[in-house]
Structure formats: C-alpha cells, structure tokens
C-alpha cells in the first residue's frame, strides 16, 4: 500500500495469534531528502472477531546522509545594490560526484549570469526589486544525482544596514 509520496508498506493479510508477530516491511524514498526526516504511516486492522478498525501509528525515522553540500545555504542580496553571488555545489567524492545540469531563477529581477559543472553565479536586478513587496524567490539547481535531483536555494534582498 502506498502510503505517501516517499512511503510504500506492506504486511501480509491473515490472522496473527497472540504470541505470534508479523513483519510489517517498509520501502522508504528518501530522494529529495536531507539531515533528520521522518515518515509516518499507518497499519490498520481488526482484532480477533472484532468489526471494529484499529490503527497501529508507526514512523521511520532517520538521517539522509547527502551527496553533496549546498554552498552556501541561502544567497542574499542588499535591496538597491546591483550584485552577483556565486552558489557552489560540493560533493563528497569530487572525483565522482554530481554536477549541475541546468539552473534558474524563479523571479526575474534575478538572472544565472555563468553556471559550470559545479558552480553558478546568481546576478541581482534592483530596478526590477518591487520595494514594497517582499517576494519569495529561490535558484533552482537540476544536477544529474539520482537521490537529489532538485535542489531550491533561497534568494533574498535584505534591507540596507540603518535604512
């Protein structure tokens, strides 16, 4: 039964006697997912000659050890100063690791000026910034890693310092 996106369980059907157990087997996709996740799912059944559904809650929990760092976390920007960051993607085994495939902006007053196997530069247009508006925008990163396909770093415009 698939439970969600990123969870599939099964459990065999039939009866369990009492000092018996059951194997309740979970296939967890944690592709997308980094540091501590978590998944909840839920085996419902009947208990002895009972009609009445109970739920067993169970979760998995663990660590998603990434392939490569994100570098840096977020990209910020000071409102009305024109600007280019540089956004890095470190793998564990350089020699082997993931690139970047493809990169884009997801507002237009943000542009990828250069990208290359494993960095791009973001550039920022303050005449394009609304200044009353505080849009959410991020650079989304396609790299050719199986586990982590997408990744979408935040882009902000901070407010100047002692504006």
Known sequence: ???????????????????????VDCRWD????????QSNFVVVYVEGQSEEYKNLHLAVRGEVLAEF??????????????ATRSFRLIPKDPASGPIIEKASCSHKVFRVASQSDR????????????????????LVVLTNCKTERACKIPLRVMAKKGA
């Not at 996106?5 to 369990?16: D, F, I, K, L, N």
């Not at 760092?69 to 024109?82: H, K, N, T």
């Open 1 to 23: 039964m698939k439970t969600c996106r990123c969870a599939e369980v099964s459990a065999p059907a039939g009866e369990v006697a009492p000092s018996d157990s059951v194997a």
């Open 30 to 37: 944690t592709s997308g997912l980094r540091g501590a996740a």
């Open 69 to 82: 760092d994100l570098s840096p976390p977020r990209i910020e920007f000071v409102q009305g100063e024109a």
């Open 119 to 138: 960095e791009v530069q973001v550039a920022f247009s303050p005449e394009l910034w609304p200044n009353d508006l505080h849009l959410p925008a991020e």
